[in-house]
């Protein structure tokens, strides 16, 4: 089975600071995304990567950045981090199918 | 601009009944719809898919119809279990310059009444 695995479960973070969520996946894909998840507004599309230094905007990409040096790794970085941007962080992978990794809850304050 | 919308945020049904969750879209050019389940602290997981030129498709007790002349899908659970209360979200899929991404609706929250 595919695995993504994002570093961090739960995070508290501070306005202003600069934020690195890690996701790495297991199988060798080329395609890997970043989603916030928040009420009301279902999953919506902040990155997203089809190969190695590619990158390419999604819905929502202002206050992001993205990273990606190693296929298997696929980075969302905040630059400064805002209450705003405190939410349910998912990335994805995809191969045949998409498969998620468990999340990361972010919160600012 | 929600591209795709779950217009019901929840649902209850009593264990047993059929349990039926309805996506609307707006975007022509999607050509895959998927339905996904999550649980809390869990990412989504795949459940049930639908070409743009199929209209149904049926996996156990999953069936997912697809009404391209109204941008309209539904999801039937039948018969609903208590294993099935989670959130559900409809996504499609479009594809521009050989790469392709999903956009997903709001969700909605199913409970199944024992």
């Known amino acids: 089975d595919v695995k993504v695995t994002q570093s961090s479960r739960y995070l508290v973070k501070r306005t202003g600071e600069k934020v690195f969520l890690e996701c790495v996946q297991d199988?060798?894909?080329?395609?890997m995304f970043w989603y916030r998840q928040d009420p009301g507004l279902g999953l919506r599309l902040i990155y997203f990567s089809y190969d190695v230094k590619m990158k390419e905007k999604g819905d929502i990409p202002e206050g992001y950045s993205v990273s990606r040096e190693k296929k298997e790794r696929f980075s969302l970085i905040l630059e400064s981090a805002s209450t705003n941007q405190t939410s349910m962080y998912l990335c994805?992978?995809?191969?045949?199918?998409?498969?998620f990794g468990s999340g990361t809850r972010l919160t600012v304050v | 601009d929600q591209q795709v919308k779950q217009n019901s945020p929840s649902l209850s049904v009593q264990e047993g009944r059929i349990s039926i969750l309805n996506c609307d879209y707006t975007n022509s050019m999607f050509d895959y719809f998927l339905w996904y389940k999550k649980y809390p602290a869990e990412g989504p997981t795949f459940l049930i898919s639908i070409s743009s030129i199929k209209d149904k498709n049926e996996d156990g007790r999953f069936t997912v119809f697809l009404n391209k002349s109204a941008k309209h899908l539904s999801l039937h659970i039948v018969p609903s279990q208590p294993g099935d209360s989670a959130v559900y979200f409809c996504?499609?899929?479009?594809?521009?310059?050989?790469?392709?991404?999903?956009?997903f609706g709001t969700g909605t929250r199913l409970t199944i009444i024992p």
């Open positions: 996504a499609a899929r479009a594809r521009s310059f050989g790469n392709e991404k999903l956009t």
């Open positions: 994805a992978s995809r191969g045949y199918g998409y498969t």
């Open positions: 199988m060798d894909h080329e395609n």
